[in-house]
T-cell receptor, first 113, second 114 residues
């Protein structure tokens, strides 16, 4: 009974590189959410996806950030041309239905050097 | 006014005592309320959710919701050192079709002293 799986757990990128964060939802869950937790800050909503659809990306920075949840495979959060301010913990969550109880993965801790 | 407010703590209680964690929210249209526990460096873990006014009990945990006062709390009975963590209050606002977006408070750090 695997939970939400995220990889990598830790990711170090130099400024200007790309970061790709992966998330496989819990079995049976088709709703995926990405949240970001900056140091000393609360969790902030970024994007909500269902298979092949972005439902709400209102929390995503307008530039450099994108997300997808293809028909096959994990959801991907992609950050292009990373900057130091992107350093944070990125958590993926999934739920069985929109607005239902969401369960979080272990997170990817991104460090930009 | 912040959407979801929590006292950052730290809240320190002795082992065996009742820990009381509080949360207020600003949007009266909020419908769903969640408590997550987050150990340092780990992911948030869902421990309770409540949708209706009143109390909801699950083992040593009791969630209390008062929509009129826009207040939700979490009581932890017989606190254990293993309960030491940051407790996050989260709310889903059922307005504008965004009935899936969790809005989190910054969390309250709880320390249970042996």
């Amino acid at each position: 009974n695997a939970g939400v799986m995220q990889n990598p757990r830790h990711l170090v990128r130099r400024r200007g590189q790309e970061a790709r964060l992966r998330c496989s939802p819990m079995k049976g869950h088709s709703h995926v959410y990405w949240y970001r937790q900056l140091p000393e800050e609360g969790l902030k909503f970024m994007v909500y996806l269902q298979k092949e659809n972005i439902i709400d990306e209102s929390g995503m920075p307008k530039e450099r950030f994108s997300a997808e949840f293809p028909k096959e495979g994990p959801s991907i959060l992609r950050i292009q041309q990373v900057v130091r301010g992107d350093s944070a913990a990125y958590f993926c969550a999934s739920s069985w239905e929109g607005g239902g109880e969401a369960f979080f993965g272990q997170g990817t801790r991104l460090t930009v050097v | 006014q912040k959407e979801v407010e929590q006292n950052s703590g730290p809240l320190s209680v002795p082992e065996g005592a009742i820990a009381s964690l509080n949360c207020t929210y600003s949007d009266r249209g909020s419908q769903s309320f969640f408590w997550y526990r987050q150990y340092s460096g780990k992911s948030p873990e869902l421990i309770m959710f409540i949708y209706s006014n009143g109390d909801k009990e699950d083992g040593r945990f009791t969630a209390q919701l008062n929509k009129a006062s826009q207040y939700v709390s979490l009581l932890i009975r017989d606190s254990q050192p293993s309960d030491s963590a940051t407790y996050l209050c989260a709310v889903i606002r059922d307005s504008g079709g965004s009935n899936y977006k969790l809005t989190f408070g910054k969390g309250t750090l709880l320390t249970v002293n042996p």
